[in-house]
């Protein structure tokens, strides 16, 4: 089982930056495929990042180069940086892990989730 808690969402200008944060419990932290993904109203929930156990990193073709997406697996943190931000990085970001060593590249089969952070860009 893993329980994960979001942080570090807000409100801040265009151009600007945010570094999100999730915590994570459970044992199998350092083994597990971890990721951000979010969503918007009215949208389907989309993939930002993702990081498998071995740091291969996947990342949305709207956010690469922007975002970076980090793990401490020592501290079981998981983090997102996210500069260059636009109105349209607006949502709700959720952290998530899945079962598997390998990267995520979609939400599928991703059982455990974060309650949210919400990250708002102002124009």
């Known amino acids: 089982q893993v329980q994960l808690v979001e942080s570090g969402g807000g409100l801040v200008q265009a151009g600007g930056s945010l570094r999100l944060s999730c915590a994570a419990s459970g044992s199998v932290f350092e083994f597990s495929a971890v990721g951000w993904y979010r969503q918007s109203p009215g949208k389907e929930r989309e993939l930002v990042a993702t990081?498998?156990?071995?740091?291969?990193?996947y990342y949305a073709d709207s956010v690469r180069r922007r975002f970076t997406i980090s793990r401490d697996n020592a501290k079981k943190m998981l983090y997102l940086q996210m500069n260059s931000l636009k109105p349209e990085d607006t949502a709700m970001y959720y952290c998530?892990?899945?079962?598997?060593?390998?990267?995520?590249?979609?939400?599928?089969?991703?059982?455990?989730w974060g309650q949210g952070t919400q990250v708002t860009v102002s124009s």
């Open positions: 990081i498998s156990s071995g740091l291969v990193t």
């Open positions: 998530a892990a899945a079962g598997t060593t390998l990267v995520l590249r979609s939400q599928a089969g991703v059982p455990y």
